[in-house]
């Protein structure tokens, strides 16, 4: 139900909107003026060109900023001199629409001799009757308006800061949509004068807003003259306003500067409101601790912030400093922010929420069209009193006297002070009888309102008994609540002047029904168990129930008051009003602590659900039932070397190359990501999108929720099995050479006597047979290939042996390296084979035995030059790495074919022709890095060339922890 406040402001809305809608037909009839697109000041010096208008009359007949206008003539002979900025125009509409016009131009800036010029006007334009600029105040008025019916007749003319709200908005509408056409008669005359007022008004009224929202500071109690002072520049500038508008200049002659002060001043003084109501409202945001308070500004100085800003920087500080803007889209742009105000403003009068917004939509619909209504009924008003009471003058359509404005405002204002009257003797009376106790009184049904905002439970308590004690003036006060755990079903929430109460089995069971019949029920009406039928009645004297939805949330307790009277019937009344407001506050806290302890465990649940999900060591997907992907653990991230934003909504499959894919579809079969049980892939080799080699065991199991029939998606395990396949397979290839060796060891020493019995007697035979005898070159043959078999003899023997640790020590891998190509010099030569060496400088000592190392250096380096046809490069890179010496020795050649990587180190296992290779070399190479507990490794692609990469461990190291163990030993 629309309270009269809500009526007198809706009325008031509905004047001020017929007025504006009046205002705006005249704008779309009314002849514009013809202009020259410049605007003339008066100077010191004279009439000044302040701006001028790309693209304008002006503009192209070259007048510029800063040109003195000296004279105006219709033709190029009788030129008229002018004295004052307003005649131009006087000139200009003489000429009219597409008229010509000459001026006598003086431009300071140049020299004597030629800074006097004619400009010569052709073709005057007219006046823009719509701008962009415009067009924007005027939607902003429009929202204001909007926004200001839409909180009244939401909230109410009884809610807190509505009615001051609603004020600012009307005031706001009118400035911004209220432009007079020039005439300066009647209605035009009225219409300039409100938008002057209405923009001056406006900034006390937002400050005084600002300085009391949303917390009902008493900020100008007992401090009217600080009110006053807030006001008084108002007020001194709208009587200095009513002067120039409505005292003819016949009797007072108001200077032109001032009136361009008073204009500057009005929008001085909107802009410093802006600017510090924002300042107040920020800083009550900073300071304020209350979470309520906070969130209602939170938006308030977000939409401040935004709109202030731009409008300040790119509209308010050229307009202060040069007295006008010049038209751009920026500075058009500026004032576009400035809409926030009303909507962030009116969002929090109102505290709607999100979910709310087809509510919002429904009831602006209706209050728009409730606002048509009432304008109509006053346009019809209007039109009946312009035809009929107003007899005296022939009015035509289209035609609107001031005195027909007036008539109208006389009769909105006897309507709106009918009921202000009658408020007011009531408001006296009342205050009269009920004394100091009379604002609180009226201000317990608004607390009451308030009341629900307060979520803590303790803090409410206290403001509501605080509050009681005020209003009603009782000394002993108890707040019960509900508790199913409690004999009597309530129990002592807040007790004030009470030394204990002792509540009755029966209590829930007695306040149900008697607070069925009245309401409020007194002691005395209570049937209690004897027991403590005498405490009860003793201690309090009425039980107001608090329902809400059914429920007996709380009882409060009251005792009689200070002075032993009993409480009045409209206490009471008060107090049934209260009831459910409290009932409602007390449930929300209640809720708001048992949803505060539920979310507390829930998060606590969430914490220590995700503490496990990140700390294992196996990467792990959440994937929908599309098979993309949802969630990911930093185990995944960090073994697919990829972010988790990446990732999240992509497919599984895109992750590994297209074997994985095929591989994954085969172990989801035909139900695809609807598993209905766990499945398994063990040592699955794939590549990622990069081309990194992985082994994985993959394990793929369904996920379920309870409330939702069948599984949700498919959790993706994947255990980064790599590291442990390499250590299984160097675990093997070193078992596997172990035995080898052995049994190398024992040929090859059974082989070496006959080899050096055969040996031994060619060169016997060799001495005795001369070299030109033919069978000389058959003993050498033999002789030649007895040392090749012993070569390989030497070869399975450094194979299978271990090697002595005293041989070991600091070795420079650099000069060994050197070495072993000084050595193999004439055959890389011979090759056409460059060697590229890339040393780190001061690279640490490695531990090992220089002549072992040359030989794995040396096999190697031939297994390059034989991997190299047609000449290439051979590239030798050392390094540190992680505490250890790194040597790479790189080729261009063929590469090795990726289905004999796993046997290279087999002994015998060779790529080379019959009679080129022994398959030996990468075996003994393999031998004795293992023997110098390093590791090699390599890298090979066909057509791209091969890299083998060993890691020594580094002599200071070692050293450092034989010393270690020395200690340990001696202590």
Same mark, same amino acid.
């Given at each position: 139900?629309?309270?009269?406040?809500?009526?007198?402001?809706?009325?008031?809305?509905?004047?001020?909107?017929?007025?504006?809608?009046?205002?705006?037909?005249?704008?779309?009839?009314?002849?514009?003026?013809?202009?020259?697109?410049?605007?003339?000041?008066?100077?010191?010096?004279?009439?000044?060109?302040?701006?001028?208008?790309?693209?304008?009359?002006?503009?192209?007949?070259?007048?510029?900023?800063?040109?003195?206008?000296?004279?105006?003539?219709?033709?190029?002979?009788?030129?008229?001199?002018?004295?004052?900025?307003?005649?131009?125009?006087?000139?200009?509409?003489?000429?009219?629409?597409?008229?010509?016009?000459?001026?006598?131009?003086?431009?300071?800036?140049?020299?004597?001799?030629?800074?006097?010029?004619?400009?010569?006007?052709?073709?005057?334009?007219?006046?823009?009757?719509?701008?962009?600029?415009?067009?924007?105040?005027?939607?902003?008025?429009?929202?204001?308006?909007?926004?200001?019916?839409?909180?009244?007749?939401?909230?109410?003319?009884?809610?807190?800061?509505?009615?001051?709200?609603?004020?600012?908005?009307?005031?706001?509408?009118?400035?911004?949509?209220?432009? *007079?056409?020039?005439?300066? %008669?009647?209605?035009?005359?009225? &219409? $300039?004068? !409100?938008? #002057? =007022?209405?923009?001056? @008004? /406006?900034?006390p009224l937002f400050i005084h807003f600002c300085a009391l929202y949303p917390v009902r500071r008493r900020l100008f109690?007992?401090?009217?003259w600080l009110l006053a002072l807030l006001y008084a520049p108002a007020v001194a500038l709208i009587g200095f306003a009513?002067?120039?508008?409505?005292? *003819?200049?016949?009797?007072? %002659?108001?200077?032109?500067?001032? &009136? $361009?002060? !008073?204009? #500057? =001043?009005?929008?001085? @003084? /909107?802009?410093?409101?802006?600017?510090?109501?924002?300042?107040?409202?920020?800083?009550?945001?900073?300071?304020?601790?209350?979470?309520?308070?906070?969130?209602?500004?939170?938006?308030?100085?977000?939409?401040?912030?935004?709109?202030?800003?731009?409008?300040?920087?790119?509209?308010?500080?050229?307009?202060?400093?040069?007295?006008?803007?010049?038209?751009?889209?920026?500075?058009?742009?500026?004032?576009?922010?400035?809409?926030?105000?009303?909507?962030?403003?009116?969002?929090?009068?109102?505290?709607?929420?999100?979910?709310?917004?087809?509510?919002?939509?429904?009831?602006?619909?209706?209050?728009?069209?409730?606002?048509?209504?009432?304008?109509?009924?006053?346009?019809?008003?209007?039109?009946?009193?312009?035809?009929?009471?107003?007899?005296?003058?022939?009015?035509?359509?289209?035609?609107?006297?001031l005195r027909f404005v007036v008539a109208v405002i006389a009769m909105a204002v006897i309507v709106m002070t009918a009921?202000?009257?009658?408020?007011?003797?009531?408001?006296?009376?009342?205050?009269?009888?009920?004394?100091?106790?009379?604002?609180?009184?009226?201000?317990?049904?608004?607390?009451?309102?308030?009341?629900?905002?307060?979520?803590?439970?303790?803090?409410?308590?206290?403001?509501?008994?605080?509050?009681?004690?005020?209003?009603?003036?009782?000394?002993?006060?108890?707040?019960?609540?509900?508790?199913?755990?409690?004999?009597?079903?309530?129990?002592?929430?807040?007790?004030?002047?009470?030394?204990?109460?002792?509540?009755?089995?029966?209590?829930?069971?007695?306040?149900?029904?008697?607070?069925?019949?009245?309401?409020?029920?007194?002691?005395?009406?209570?049937?209690?168990?004897?027991?403590?039928?005498?405490?009860?009645?003793?201690?309090?004297?009425?039980?107001?129930?608090?329902?809400?939805?059914?429920?007996?949330?709380?009882?409060?307790?009251?005792?009689?008051?200070?002075?032993?009277?009993?409480?009045?019937?409209?206490?009471?009344?008060?107090?049934?009003?209260?009831?459910?407001?409290?009932?409602?506050?007390?449930?929300?806290?209640?809720?708001?602590?048992?949803?505060?302890?539920?979310?507390?465990?829930?998060?606590?649940?969430?914490?220590?659900?995700?503490?496990?999900?990140?700390?294992?060591?196996?990467?792990?997907?959440?994937?929908?039932?599309?098979?993309?992907?949802?969630?990911?653990?930093?185990?995944?991230?960090?073994?697919?070397?990829?972010?988790?934003?990446?990732?999240?909504?992509?497919?599984?499959?895109?992750?590994?190359?297209?074997?994985?894919?095929?591989?994954?579809?085969?172990?989801?079969?035909?139900?695809?990501?609807?598993?209905?049980?766990?499945?398994?892939?063990?040592?699955?080799?794939?590549?990622?999108?990069?081309?990194?080699?992985?082994?994985?065991?993959?394990?793929?199991?369904?996920?379920?929720?309870?409330?939702?029939?069948?599984?949700?998606?498919?959790?993706?395990?994947?255990?980064?099995?790599?590291?442990?396949?390499?250590?299984?397979?160097?675990?093997?290839?070193?078992?596997?050479?172990?035995?080898?060796?052995?049994?190398?060891?024992?040929?090859?020493?059974?082989?070496?006597?006959?080899?050096?019995?055969?040996?031994?007697?060619?060169?016997?035979?060799?001495?005795?047979?001369?070299?030109?005898?033919?069978?000389?070159?058959?003993?050498?043959?033999?002789?030649?290939?007895?040392?090749?078999?012993?070569?390989?003899?030497?070869?399975?023997?450094?194979?299978?042996?271990?090697?002595?640790?005293?041989?070991?020590?600091?070795?420079?891998?650099?000069?060994?390296?050197?070495?072993?190509?000084?050595?193999?010099?004439?055959?890389?030569?011979?090759?056409?084979?460059?060697?590229?060496?890339?040393?780190?400088?001061?690279?640490?000592?490695?531990?090992?035995?220089?002549?072992?190392?040359?030989?794995?250096?040396?096999?190697?380096?031939?297994?390059?030059?034989?991997?190299?046809?047609?000449?290439?490069?051979?590239?030798?890179?050392?390094?540190?790495?992680?505490?250890?010496?790194?040597?790479?020795?790189?080729?261009?050649?063929?590469?090795?074919?990726?289905?004999?990587?796993?046997?290279?180190?087999?002994?015998?296992?060779?790529?080379?022709?019959?009679?080129?290779?022994?398959?030996?070399?990468?075996?003994?190479?393999?031998?004795?890095?293992?023997?110098?507990?390093?590791?090699?490794?390599?890298?090979?692609?066909?057509?791209?060339?091969?890299?083998?990469?060993?890691?020594?461990?580094?002599?200071?190291?070692?050293?450092?922890?034989?010393?270690?163990?020395?200690?340990?030993?001696?202590?």
């Amino acid at each position: 139900m629309l309270t009269t406040r809500t009526w007198a402001l809706l009325i008031l809305a509905a004047v001020l909107f017929a007025a504006g809608a009046l205002n705006f037909a005249q704008r779309v009839t009314h002849d514009l003026p013809p202009t020259d697109g410049v605007e003339w000041t008066n100077g010191k010096e004279g009439i000044i060109a302040r701006s001028v208008m790309p693209g304008s009359v002006g503009a192209r007949a070259g007048i510029l900023p800063g040109d003195k206008l000296l004279a105006v003539a219709f033709d190029d002979l009788h030129f008229q001199q002018l004295e004052r900025a307003e005649h131009v125009q006087i000139y200009l509409e003489q000429a009219g629409i597409g008229g010509n016009l000459h001026y006598l131009i003086e431009r300071p800036s140049f020299p004597p001799d030629t800074r006097f010029y004619y400009a010569d006007l052709y073709g005057l334009d007219s006046v823009e009757r719509w701008t962009a600029r415009g067009l924007i105040v005027e939607s902003i008025g429009l929202i204001y308006l909007l926004v200001g019916l839409f909180v009244l007749l939401k909230q109410g003319g009884r809610t807190p800061f509505v009615p001051h709200f609603v004020a600012l908005c009307l005031t706001a509408f009118v400035f911004h949509f209220y432009k *007079p056409i020039g005439t300066y %008669e009647d209605l035009d005359l009225a &219409i $300039a004068f !409100l938008d #002057t =007022a209405a923009l001056v @008004l /406006f900034a006390p009224l937002f400050i005084h807003f600002c300085a009391l929202y949303p917390v009902r500071r008493r900020l100008f109690d007992g401090r009217r003259w600080l009110l006053a002072l807030l006001y008084a520049p108002a007020v001194a500038l709208i009587g200095f306003a009513a002067l120039v508008h409505f005292v *003819p200049s016949s009797r007072l %002659e108001v200077p032109s500067d001032w &009136i $361009a002060g !008073l204009y #500057t =001043a009005s929008f001085a @003084l /909107f802009w410093a409101s802006l600017v510090l109501g924002a300042m107040l409202l920020v800083r009550r945001f900073v300071r304020s601790e209350n979470a309520v308070v906070r969130q209602q500004l939170k938006w308030i100085v977000w939409g401040s912030a935004l709109a202030i800003a731009p409008f300040t920087f790119f509209y308010a500080i050229a307009y202060l400093s040069e007295g006008a803007v010049v038209e751009s889209w920026v500075t058009d742009l500026s004032l576009v922010p400035l809409a926030l105000i009303p909507l962030t403003f009116g969002n929090s009068v109102v505290r709607y929420r999100l979910m709310d917004v087809d509510i919002v939509v429904r009831r602006a619909a209706v209050y728009a069209l409730t606002t048509l209504a009432i304008a109509l009924m006053i346009g019809s008003v209007v039109y009946v009193a312009g035809l009929y009471a107003i007899g005296s003058e022939d009015l035509q359509p289209g035609m609107v006297t001031l005195r027909f404005v007036v008539a109208v405002i006389a009769m909105a204002v006897i309507v709106m002070t009918a009921a202000p009257i009658k408020n007011f003797l009531q408001e006296k009376t009342d205050r009269l009888f009920y004394g100091e106790r009379y604002d609180l009184r009226n201000s317990l049904l608004d607390f009451g309102r308030t009341l629900s905002a307060t979520t803590g439970l303790e803090p409410l308590l206290d403001a509501l008994v605080s509050r009681l004690q005020e209003v009603l003036g009782v000394e002993r006060i108890a707040i019960l609540i509900e508790d199913a755990g409690e004999p009597s079903g309530y129990r002592v929430a807040r007790a004030v002047g009470l030394n204990g109460v002792t509540l009755p089995a029966n209590f829930r069971e007695a306040i149900r029904v008697h607070s069925a019949k009245t309401g409020v029920v007194r002691a005395d009406d209570l049937e209690l168990v004897p027991e403590s039928e005498a405490s009860v009645r003793r201690a309090l004297h009425y039980y107001v129930p608090c329902a809400v939805r059914g429920r007996v949330v709380a009882v409060i307790g009251l005792g009689r008051s200070a002075h032993g009277a009993l409480l009045s019937s409209e206490d009471l009344e008060i107090l049934r009003t209260v009831s459910g407001y409290v009932a409602v506050a007390i449930e929300n806290s209640l809720l708001y602590q048992e949803q505060k302890a539920r979310a507390a465990e829930l998060e606590q649940l969430k914490e220590f659900n995700e503490s496990i999900v990140e700390s294992v060591n196996i990467g792990l997907l959440a994937v929908d039932r599309d098979g993309r992907i949802t969630r990911c653990n930093s185990a995944f991230e960090e073994m697919m070397r990829v972010r988790r934003d990446e990732v999240i909504g992509c497919r599984v499959e895109e992750l590994f190359d297209d074997e994985f894919a095929h591989t994954l579809h085969e172990l989801l079969g035909g139900a695809g990501w609807a598993l209905a049980e766990v499945r398994h892939k063990y040592k699955l080799r794939v590549r990622t999108r990069d081309g990194r080699p992985l082994v994985l065991n993959i394990a793929l199991a369904p996920l379920q929720r309870a409330d939702v029939h069948g599984n949700t998606g498919t959790l993706v395990v994947l255990e980064d099995a790599t590291a442990r396949t390499q250590l299984e397979e160097q675990l093997q290839q070193a078992e596997k050479l172990s035995s080898i060796g052995l049994l190398a060891a024992g040929v090859a020493h059974e082989i070496n006597t006959p080899l050096t019995g055969i040996s031994s007697y060619t060169q016997m035979l060799l001495g005795m047979i001369p070299p030109t005898d033919p069978k000389h070159a058959l003993l050498e043959k033999i002789q030649r290939q007895a040392g090749r078999a012993a070569g390989i003899v030497n070869n399975l023997l450094n194979f299978s042996r271990t090697g002595s640790a005293a041989e070991f020590g600091p070795v420079d891998i650099h000069r060994v390296l050197d070495d072993t190509l000084q050595l193999l010099e004439p055959q890389l030569r011979k090759g056409q084979i460059e060697i590229e060496r890339r040393y780190r400088e001061g690279l640490p000592p490695a531990w090992g035995n220089a002549g072992k190392l040359q030989q794995v250096f040396t096999n190697l380096l031939l297994n390059a030059r034989d991997a190299i046809t047609d000449g290439g490069r051979i590239t030798l890179t050392t390094g540190e790495e992680d505490g250890v010496v790194v040597i790479e020795v790189a080729d261009n050649g063929i590469g090795i074919a990726p289905e004999d990587l796993p046997r290279i180190y087999d002994p015998f296992f060779t790529t080379k022709g019959i009679g080129i290779g022994t398959g030996l070399g990468l075996a003994v190479t393999y031998g004795i890095v293992q023997e110098h507990a390093g590791r090699i490794s390599v890298e090979s692609a066909i057509g791209r060339g091969t890299t083998f990469r060993l890691m020594l461990p580094k002599a200071e190291t070692r050293m450092t922890e034989a010393r270690t163990r020395l200690q340990a030993v001696g202590d």
